[in-house]
C-alpha cells in the first residue's frame, strides 16, 4: 500500500527558506504528477504546483517567484522549496498524487499534512 | 485563472437531512471536478471525480452532478460521520473552492 510522509522543520523564520520533503513508500514514483497543497490554519486548500518524473513544474502563478520542485527517483522523494517565506506562508503543508497514472487528475492518497510555522 | 464558489460556507442540518452543496467555476472546465471531506486534524478524502463518479468506497449516499460551470454534491440522507467540511476542486487547473462546513 503506498503511503506519503512529509517531512521539514516546523518553524522557519521569516525571509528564511523553507524546505519540505515527501518519501513515497510502499510503491514507485515514477510517472506520477507528485503535487503539493497547503492550507492555513482554519481556512481552505491551495494548490501549490506539481512535478512529473520527467521534472517538468507546474507552479501556482502566486507562488511561482519564489517556488521549487524536485524530484528524486532514486530516493522515491520529491521536495518543496519556498524562499523568502512570510507569516502568510504559515500552514500545513501536504504532498498528495492524482489517483490515475501519468494524468492530471483528482487526489487519492495524501500525507498527513506537515504544520510549517513562519516566526521569528 | 480559474475560480471556483462554493456554496454556503456552513450548512447546519440534522441526521437524516438530505445536503446539497454547490460549486460554480468561474469559466468551463467540463467535468473536471472532485469533491472532498476533510475532518478537523485529518488530510481531505476524496469522494468524488469526473463530477459524478464516486470514489472507491464512498458510501452511495454521496452523489455528484453537474458539468460546465455549475456542480452540486448531494448526500441523501445525512449521517454523524458526515458532519465535516466539503471541498470542490477544478483539475483543469487545481483551483479549490472555499469550503462549506456542515454542522449540527
Known amino acids: 500500500q503506498v503511503q506519503l510522509q512529509e517531512s521539514g522543520p516546523g518553524l522557519v523564520k521569516p525571509s528564511e527558506t523553507l524546505s519540505l520533503t515527501c518519501s513515497v513508500s510502499?510503491?514507485?514514483?515514477?510517472?506520477?504528477?507528485w503535487t503539493w497543497i497547503r492550507q492555513p490554519p482554519g481556512k481552505g486548500l491551495e494548490w501549490i504546483g506539481f512535478i512529473y518524473d520527467n521534472g517538468s513544474p507546474n507552479y501556482n502563478a502566486s507562488l511561482k517567484s519564489r517556488l521549487f520542485m524536485s524530484l528524486d527517483t532514486s530516493k522515491n522523494q520529491f521536495s518543496l522549496t519556498l524562499t523568502s517565506v512570510t507569516a502568510a506562508d504559515t500552514a500545513i503543508y501536504y504532498c498528495a498524487r492524482p489517483f490515475r497514472r501519468g494524468q492530471v487528475a483528482a487526489f487519492d492518497l495524501w500525507g498527513p499534512g506537515t504544520m510549517v510555522t513562519v516566526s521569528s | 485563472d480559474i475560480q471556483m464558489t462554493q456554496s454556503p460556507s456552513t450548512l447546519s442540518a440534522s441526521v437524516g437531512d438530505r445536503v446539497t452543496i454547490t460549486c460554480r467555476a468561474s469559466q468551463s472546465i467540463s467535468n473536471w471536478l472532485a469533491w472532498y471531506q476533510q475532518k478537523p486534524g485529518k488530510a481531505p478524502k476524496l469522494l468524488i471525480y469526473?463530477?459524478?463518479t464516486l470514489h472507491s468506497g464512498v458510501p452511495t449516499r454521496f452523489s455528484g452532478s453537474g458539468s460546465g460551470t455549475e456542480f452540486t454534491l448531494t448526500i441523501s440522507s445525512l449521517q454523524p460521520d458526515d458532519f465535516a467540511t466539503y471541498y470542490c476542486?477544478?483539475?483543469?487547473?487545481?483551483?479549490f473552492g472555499g469550503g462549506t462546513k456542515v454542522e449540527i
Open positions: 510502499g510503491g514507485s514514483i515514477s510517472n506520477y504528477y
Open positions: 469526473e463530477a459524478s
Open positions: 476542486q477544478q483539475y483543469n487547473g487545481y483551483s
